[in-house]
């Protein structure tokens, strides 16, 4: 705040009155009627100060202009009638607003100034009443040859004026006002070291009992705040607080600064929360903030920054408690003061600043593109307002990156993602680490290179991370704000360099300073949502490599811990959604939880409703890959062809995007491709599907985890092409990679009897080609110990004893030795018992084990027709809709191996004698064929409400 140098009048109310009559009496060749002109003027505007009556202000500026006109230049009152004048002027362009009178008013002085000595007993007073206008006239235009000007006539006055000058503690105000100003746009510090200086000998002219030690205080206070900004020293801040609390003791509500010591007293308790996480210092800053705005009553700069400044304080009340209603209230505060401001106003530029900031959270909130657009809009003018060495600088650079990165994470534009790249690389080269915000800033950084890391794979963007994360947080003082996200930021890219490469040592690393960053913050921090998903996410991968079932649990669990605070709209409502459905796809792909499978296709479809409107997103493909995934799954338990061929449009719709997860489509597309064919019988689907497995396999890095399992697939699929093709040939190289697998797979890995089995098969199929003793004896050897160590229940053993099952059928076959008939019998009997595992594994070894039967005329033949009816009607009734139930009994594998099975099942007990029982089954497969009829039977009520078409039918069939 600066101020004039008139001293406080004390004349009495009548002295108007008294001058005006006195006047009368005069005329104004008199040498009193000067005298008495002057005094009218001066006690008119002493009364208007007391009462803010208009008339008495348009008088008193009336009357200095005729006393200006009785004082020609050379006149000995022309000095006095012209500082009059201009100080008359200038109190009211602070009541009208009228820029015509700010600048008269400076005209006016600079005149007075410029006819006037440094020796003159008002050249002091000239200059300090100049010095207030110019620096008005700064705060409308933005013109900082104001700010040199009150330097330069500052930095005489002060030399020519001595300590006792009763003005001296008025000059020292409104020099130091000048410079503290100058200071915030040009950042030179040695103008903010002479502001303080200034400021504090300024309060030692004003002991307590001054009536303007409050106005000091209060700029002393500001003074404090911009240093705390600046240097980042919490004891600054401290004054700060003294400074304004002490001024606020000795001020009362309507006086004159009472709003502006509150404004200030309010940002600096919102600045502590900021620094000290504390949410008290965050309501006493928003009661200040209303106290303020309660006794404001004019539309000013002082009015602008008051609802900057508690814009602020709520954008960060709804950073921490998500209430919506906070940053709408904000967002409208900053528009309210931007239409208060001149365009030209100096500090436009920071309301900018919080408003874009603003637009940018509500956008990451509610998802409104036209709230990112705006906000890339304001934050561009601000960027183009702003000094170059002002504080705020790098602040406003760094928020223009993070408004770009959050574009392209929406559009996924790579223009937007190297732009913002560009802002905060050059926020960083005007960063010193001691700057308040030097964390934010890193922070903003890195998130945008893990994001470019993301789309090209680039690994020398995670060293670079590593590399600044590690410097950062050596230079940051403890208990800086942005501390948590930085260790958060460093161990995500150990995980993202794990994902990568391999390398278990980084994600042992990933872990462990997850953990630390956890123990650092508790819920309703800023950073609880992200750190606990990534940390989840961490532990969901080290379960894929090594199976413990306690990781994936745990991972779990800190996904739900994070779903109760972060609803829909939360900026990472979308990752979790989708990484909480992959972590249900694992536990139903690892422990066959059927409950598991249903909530992870709904977290993913929900996932990709709400991407769906935005392709461009980063996050699109990967939700479309892993809702395919998982609806793949759905098809493994229910046979649905439709879910098969969903599950390969949808990664087909993947490829088709600009992504860097083409490895992992491929090798998904490959086993998709390759499990069609199985269905259907396509050879160009098997073809394509190793043509993937190639491309997959040629990417995959050698110690990558996913790779054990692409080995394997593609294996199964070589294995299935050998059927038609190159036959020992291809076996051998599926053996190769069968091989290769189980070399990557940690001990008691999840996986591994599944790669083992299949192994098993290639063997029992290159037997079959070279009638090789030794393949059907390892292939023996293989099975046998599965079924020795696997516990009971374990979800592969049906699939296991079917394959031991025809491996024996296929020694006997070779040897014609019975025991291996009578042994494979005993397998697929075994396997078609498992009626509680999947219902399509448990009626594919019923058929298997009717085949064999029926052809080498076994005993066993009639109860695998039994046990093939009754499996046949448990997997129909598992599928999840009429429409399903359709389409599984006309599938192409299923339709074409149970169209005659009911007939079969007859004749086969018919040549066994029974009569009776080839009766039950022949009215079994009849029962099998009407249940499901009726199941899925139209009631005739909704069919004749359809249209006229629907009516006519079902009164036909209601007549039948």
């Known amino acids: 705040m600066v101020e004039n140098s008139q001293p406080v009048a004390s004349e009495p109310y009548n002295a108007v009155e008294s001058d005006r009559q006195k006047l009368k009496t005069l005329s104004p060749g008199d040498n009193d009627y000067f005298v008495t002109l002057n005094n009218l003027s001066n006690n008119l505007m002493a009364r208007f100060g007391r009462s803010r009556n208009s008339n008495d202000l348009e008088e008193g500026v009336e009357r200095a202009k005729e006393l200006l006109a009785l004082a020609p230049p050379g006149h000995a009152f022309r000095l006095a009638a012209m500082s009059n004048l201009g100080t008359a002027l200038q109190t009211r362009f602070k009541f009208r607003r009228d820029v015509a009178d700010l600048t008269q008013a400076i005209c006016y002085l600079e005149a007075s100034l410029e006819s006037c000595t440094t020796q003159h007993p008002y050249y002091v007073a000239l200059v300090t009443n100049l010095a207030l206008c110019l620096r008005t006239r700064y705060l409308q235009d933005g013109d900082i040859t104001n700010l040199n000007r009150i330097v330069e006539i500052c930095s005489t006055a002060l030399g ?54 409050p106005l000091i205080l209060g700029n002393l206070a500001d003074t404090m705040h911009l240093k705390f900004d600046v240097d980042g020293d919490l004891e600054d801040l401290e004054r700060a607080i003294g400074y304004y609390v002490a001024a606020l003791q000795l001020c009362s509500p309507g006086q004159e600064g009472y709003t502006q010591l509150l404004t200030g007293l309010g940002t600096v308790f919102w600045l502590s929360c900021r620094t000290q996480d504390d949410d008290q210092k965050l309501e006493t800053a928003l009661n200040c903030f209303r106290a303020a705005l309660a006794s404001s009553k004019e539309s000013n700069v002082d009015q602008s920054r008051l609802l900057d400044c508690y814009a602020a304080a709520l954008q960060t009340r709804h950073a921490k408690f998500g209430d919506i209603s906070d940053l709408d209230l904000a967002i409208q505060s900053f528009v309210t003061s931007l239409d208060m401001q001149h365009p030209s106003f100096p500090r436009r530029f920071i309301t900018l600043l919080g408003l874009g900031l603003s637009l940018l959270r509500r956008f990451t909130t509610l998802g409104n593109p036209d709230d990112l657009n705006s906000s890339i809009e304001c934050l561009s003018s601000s960027l183009q307002l702003c000094a170059p060495r002002h504080y705020e600088w790098v602040t406003i650079l760094s928020a223009c990156g993070n408004a770009l990165l959050a574009r392209y994470q929406d559009t996924g534009d790579l223009g937007d993602l190297d732009l913002a790249l560009s802002k905060c690389r050059d926020a960083l080269a005007s960063c010193p680490p001691t700057h308040l915000n030097y964390g934010e800033v890193v922070g903003t950084f890195i998130a945008v290179l893990l994001e470019r890391f993301r789309r090209l794979k680039d690994l020398g963007d995670l060293q670079t991370v590593i590399d600044r994360c590690d410097s950062t947080l050596v230079s940051l003082p403890r208990g800086r704000p942005a501390i948590p996200r930085i260790k958060e930021d460093r161990a995500y890219a150990f995980l993202a360099r794990f994902w990568q490469e391999g390398d278990a040592d980084d994600l042992r690393v990933a872990i462990d300073s997850f953990l630390e960053a956890i123990g650092a913050i508790s819920e309703g921090h800023s950073q609880y949502v992200s750190t606990h998903q990534h940390f989840a996410l961490a532990l969901q991968s080290r379960f894929e490599s090594t199976s413990n079932r306690e990781d994936l649990e745990v991972a779990m669990q800190h996904y739900q811990m994070t779903s109760r605070v972060c609803k829909r709209g939360h900026a990472s409502y979308v990752p979790l ?355 499901q009829m009726a199941r899925i039977r139209t009631p005739l009520d909704s069919l004749r409400s359809s249209d006229e078409d629907g009516q006519t039918l079902a009164s036909e069939l209601e007549r039948i």
């Not at 001296?168 to 503290?180: E, V, Y």
């Open 160 to 213: 020519a004026c001595s300590s006792e000058d009763r003005y001296r503690d008025g000059l020292l105000n409104n020099f130091a006002a000048a410079l503290q100003s100058r200071f915030e746009q040009l950042g030179d510090r040695a103008d903010l070291n002479t502001a303080v200086r200034h400021f504090t000998a300024c309060l030692e002219l004003r002991p307590p009992g001054h009536p303007k030690r």
């Open 577 to 931: 959604r989708m990484n909480l459905g992959n972590a249900f796809r694992l536990r139903f792909e690892y422990f066959d939880d059927l409950d598991a499978l249903d909530e992870a296709i709904v977290c993913l479809a929900e996932v990709e409703g709400i991407l769906s409107t935005a392709p461009g997103n980063p996050h699109y493909v990967n939700c479309i890959v892993n809702l395919g995934i998982a609806v793949f799954m759905r098809f493994q338990v229910q046979r649905n062809a439709a879910d098969l061929n969903l599950a390969i449009e949808h990664l087909t719709r993947a490829l088709a995007l600009p992504s860097s997860h083409d490895t992992q489509i491929h090798f998904t597309l490959g086993t998709l491709l390759s499990v069609r064919y199985h269905e259907s019988g396509s050879l160009n689907d098997l073809e394509q599907s190793i043509q993937y497995f190639n491309s997959a396999v040629s990417q995959i890095p050698t110690k990558h985890p996913i790779r054990m399992a692409l080995l394997r697939n593609h294996g199964h699929a070589l294995a299935k092409l050998a059927k038609h093709r190159d036959p020992i040939q291809n076996l051998d190289l599926a053996m190769l990679m069968y091989g290769e697998s189980l070399a990557l797979a940690p001990s008691e890995h999840y996986d591994q009897p599944l790669t083992v089995m299949q192994l098993a098969e290639a063997l029992r199929q290159r037997a079959m080609h070279l009638r090789s003793d030794n393949d059907m004896d390892t292939a023996t050897k293989l099975l046998q110990e599965l079924i020795e160590t696997l516990p009971q229940g374990h979800q592969l053993l049906p699939a296991i004893y079917q394959h031991s099952g025809s491996l024996a059928i296929t020694k006997y076959d070779l040897i014609k030795e019975g025991r291996f008939l009578e042994e494979g019998f005993k397998h697929y009997a075994k396997a078609a018992r498992y009626t509680d595992i999947r219902s399509f594994e448990t009626l594919d070894s019923a058929l298997q084990w009717a085949s064999h039967a029926e052809r080498l005329h076994h005993a066993s033949a009639l109860q695998a027709y039994q046990t093939s009816l009754n499996s046949l009607d448990h997997h129909v009734l598992s599928t999840p809709s009429v429409k399903h139930r359709q389409e599984a009994l006309r599938s192409f594998y299923l339709g074409a191996r149970t169209a005659s099975l009911a007939a079969n099942a007859t004749a086969c007990a018919i040549d066994e004698g029974r009569v009776e029982l080839a009766v039950e089954l022949s009215e079994q497969g009849r029962g099998l064929l009407w249940s």
